[in-house]
């Protein structure tokens, strides 16, 4: 079952021309490539990269396609172009020819504009990332922005002259919005820094007069607010105070597309912009997100605004690209070359509420046992730490529920997708407090027949240090864990992450210069002498975000006591497994490491 799980391909979209002709990411190969997809349904592979394409855009009117690559998962993107007619590289495939390369550096692609890229890059002094439009007849670089920070995305309007900036703000999970006017290089903050407010998504109006984003300033909850340029004044367009909402605008400047996310499900439904009006709800596949993956895109609209692009993805379905027509209300998945087949049986998860040793109520998915369970479980924690586990495909999850596994999936404080409140309570030097969670976790696992004795934790990145912090402060509670590129101490993670990665997540964890003694407190490394549970580790050696030597640290030290560890590495690899080679060879291990562990 897992291999099959693991084998099974995803789709994701990534831009869409006049013509109809879409550009997606496709992994049926095992490492994700670009492929173009006609109107008429035809698909064509344009890259076979030896690691994955990250992203791809049409270069408008022409025939150009530029896309994001890396190397080994270093996310170190290098940006390269192709033209559609040419046929002259390996296997038939268009050559490509390098745009912007410089190993040493990231270069995030941003959108493209007739003969204009724009992309992000930290390549000024590894920290601070920079906004840059390339003009692709000369050659020519401007620099819109290099105010510093960490840019999350960057919106340009559709008539050039103004971008929109989220930028990584100074509170923990707070995103500033900037707004350049690249005719004068002037840029406005239209909110402030060292505020506590989140937002995401900015969807320009098609006459460049204004956008819409979502944003919970003043409020608990994400909401659709308008800004206005003319009058730079903010407009409440609407407000779910129970419910986070995204939003992007139609290109006929009439229709507003509605996301609505509820307890890891994201619904979808057509609004009217001026007054947000409902006018149809869109009949996905129940029980899953066509938004907030984090994994793939945002939706698409097409240029006139006839249909829309949508990522989509649930626990029974594999993510893949739906079509929406305005018009008709019609919604039809984009048909993908034939993949193994999508085992039967498998589940939607249950919602559960689970009481913290605060009062606190943490939710959280369980998966039950597919093919008949023996009492034990897995504990899933998502990274972040401001993600959110999201009812999404994880062939993992599913293939662990499969193995006869409980699986429980929380959404621990510190978790997006729940409101304000309950993303901020796990900040700076409240950070046990999460893990406290994971213990109120474990307590009430026998209310859903689950043998407490045989727990595992399972995570990756911040789900990993999850894992092993579990293990540390809880060592009489979990009888095994499997942390994929997680954090053994947060001291030395903050002095060997990237230049980059340590400004944007000293906010979320605290300050080295301020904050050591607390870091030092916090960290599973420091508590290693109480760990007796056995570990699983998997790492990337090119990983950017956690240095390989957090989980090396961890192993040696449990090594040094005699428990039971393994670690895998993998050299082609960054913060994750994206190549399915190397999850055909991780997971069955970690799966016959859970099985002995977990035995009765």
């Avoid at 670009?34 to 990269?49: E, F, P």
């Avoid at 945002?298 to 006139?304: A, C, H, I, K, M």
């Avoid at 689950?450 to 789900?463: C, H, N, Q, W």
Wanted: charged share 20%.
């Amino acid at each position: 079952m897992l291999t099959t799980l693991l084998s099974l391909p995803t789709v994701m979209a990534f831009d869409v021309d006049p013509e109809g002709d879409l550009l997606v990411g496709y992994d049926g190969s095992g490492v994700r490539q670009i492929h173009a997809v006609a109107a008429d349904g035809t698909w064509r592979a344009l890259t076979a990269l030896d690691d994955t394409a990250r992203s791809a855009r049409f270069i408008p009117d022409s025939r150009q396609v530029v896309v994001e690559h890396d190397s080994g998962g270093d996310e170190r993107g290098q940006l390269s172009l192709l033209d559609l007619d040419d046929t002259s590289g390996p296997d038939g495939l268009p050559a490509l020819s390098p745009l912007v390369h410089d190993l040493d550096y990231f270069h995030h692609l941003v959108d493209a504009k007739p003969g204009k890229v724009f992309f992000t890059t930290n390549r000024r002094n590894q920290v601070d990332f920079d906004l840059v439009r390339l003009d692709l007849a000369t050659g020519a670089e401007t620099v819109l922005y290099d105010g510093g920070g960490y840019l999350n995305s960057a919106h340009v309007s559709p008539d050039e002259r103004w971008v929109v900036i989220t930028l990584a703000g100074g509170p923990g999970n707070s995103v500033q919005l900037l707004l350049v006017d690249t005719a004068v290089q002037a840029i406005t903050e239209l909110t402030a820094y060292d505020e506590l407010t989140y937002q995401e998504g900015p969807s320009w109006l098609p006459d460049s007069s204004g956008f819409v984003v979502a944003s919970d300033q003043g409020r608990d909850r994400l909401a659709l607010r308008r800004y206005d340029l003319g009058t730079a004044t903010w407009t409440d367009l609407m407000v779910d105070e129970k419910h986070d909402l995204a939003g992007w605008v139609c290109p006929d400047g009439e229709h507003l597309l509605v996301g609505t996310t509820d307890d890891g499900v994201v619904t979808m439904a057509l609004h009217k912009l001026a007054d947000a009006a409902f006018v149809a709800q869109l009949e996905l596949p129940s029980g899953g997100c066509a938004a907030r993956l984090m994994v793939a895109p945002d939706p698409l609209w097409s240029s006139d605004g006839s249909y829309a692009l949508l990522n989509h993805s649930s626990p029974v379905d594999p993510l893949s690209v739906f079509r929406y027509t305005r018009e008709t209300g019609e919604v039809v998945a984009v048909e993908s070359p034939a993949g193994p087949a999508l085992p039967e049986g498998l589940t939607h998860p249950e919602s559960h509420r689970v009481t913290s040793f605060d009062g606190e109520q943490v939710p959280v998915f369980v998966y039950r046992p597919t093919g008949g369970g023996d009492g034990s479980a897995v504990v899933w924690v998502h990274g972040g730490p401001e993600a959110m586990a999201m009812r999404v495909w994880n062939p993992v999850v599913t293939a662990l529920a499969a193995e006869g596994h409980t699986v429980i999936v929380p959404n621990v404080r510190g978790s997006a997708a729940y409101g304000k409140r309950w993303y901020s309570l796990d900040d700076k030097h409240l950070r046990l407090d999460s893990v406290k969670d994971l213990a109120a976790i474990h307590d009430w696992l026998p209310s859903i027949g689950v043998d407490p004795e045989r727990t595992a934790l399972f995570g990756g990145s911040y789900g990993g240090y999850m894992v092993l912090a579990g293990l540390a402060f809880q060592p009489e509670r979990w009888a095994a864990g499997v942390d994929v590129v997680g954090i053994a101490s947060l001291v030395t993670f903050l002095e060997n992450t990237s230049a980059y990665r340590r400004v944007a997540r000293e906010r979320e964890y605290g300050v080295l210069a301020e904050d050591r003694e607390f870091l030092e407190e916090a960290s599973p490394l420091n508590r290693v002498d109480d760990i007796r549970a056995p570990l699983f580790v998997i790492h990337g050696a090119n990983d950017p975000r956690v240095p390989l030597s957090e989980a090396e640290q961890i192993v040696d030290a449990l090594a040094k006591r005699d428990v039971p560890c393994e670690l895998l590495v993998y050299a082609d690899e960054g913060h994750g497994l994206a190549k399915r080679v190397n999850r055909l060879d991780a997971y069955p291990k970690a799966f016959a490491f859970l099985a002995e562990h977990l035995s009765t």
